[in-house]
């Protein structure tokens, strides 16, 4: 009976106090709040590049020090053989010639390519360059 009686006031006690102290939190999963996982390769792996022009205007492709500007038309796709991932830290930057603000989109579709779509923004200054690092991670710059 002491059994019954110990659970009883127990019991009571913890829901007696959880209703009173609305400020309880509860412990939750990562995947409740995080938001979208950031995209990475494994470093070392030959990852291709998918540049898709979403903006009404020309724009500007380049990978500094490896090649001279590109212009890739609205609705164009370029492929970029990409580097490997032991390759020093690498950039691709794009730009608007009439100086509007363009997004950065990124998505990876398969398992070695990484898709960089480009769409008009209101934000300025708006994203000026993907900056792929050798250990696999992909920042928007």
């Known amino acids: 009976m002491s059994k019954l009686i110990s659970a009883?006031?127990?019991?009571?006690?913890?829901?007696?106090?959880?209703?009173?102290?609305?400020?309880?939190?509860?412990?939750?999963?990562?995947?409740?709040?995080?938001?979208?996982a950031p995209i990475q390769f494994t470093p070392g792996q030959r990852i291709r590049v998918l540049v898709v022009n979403r903006t009404p205007r020309v724009l500007q492709l380049q990978k500094p020090s490896i090649t001279d500007p590109v212009s890739l038309n609205p609705g164009q796709n370029l492929y970029l053989d990409q580097l490997e991932g032991t390759e020093p830290n690498t950039s691709l930057i794009f730009w608007d010639n009439t100086g509007r603000s363009v997004e950065a989109n990124l998505s990876r579709p398969n398992l070695a390519t990484l898709r960089v779509e480009l769409r008009p923004t209101w934000r300025v200054p708006g994203d000026r360059s993907v900056y792929i690092q050798d250990d696999g991670r992909i920042n928007v710059l």
Do not use: E, W, Y
Not at 9 to 36: E, R, V, Y
């Open 8 to 36: 009883f006031l127990i019991t009571a006690t913890l829901l007696l106090t959880a209703s009173n102290d609305s400020k309880i939190s509860m412990a939750g999963t990562c995947a409740s709040n995080c938001g979208k």
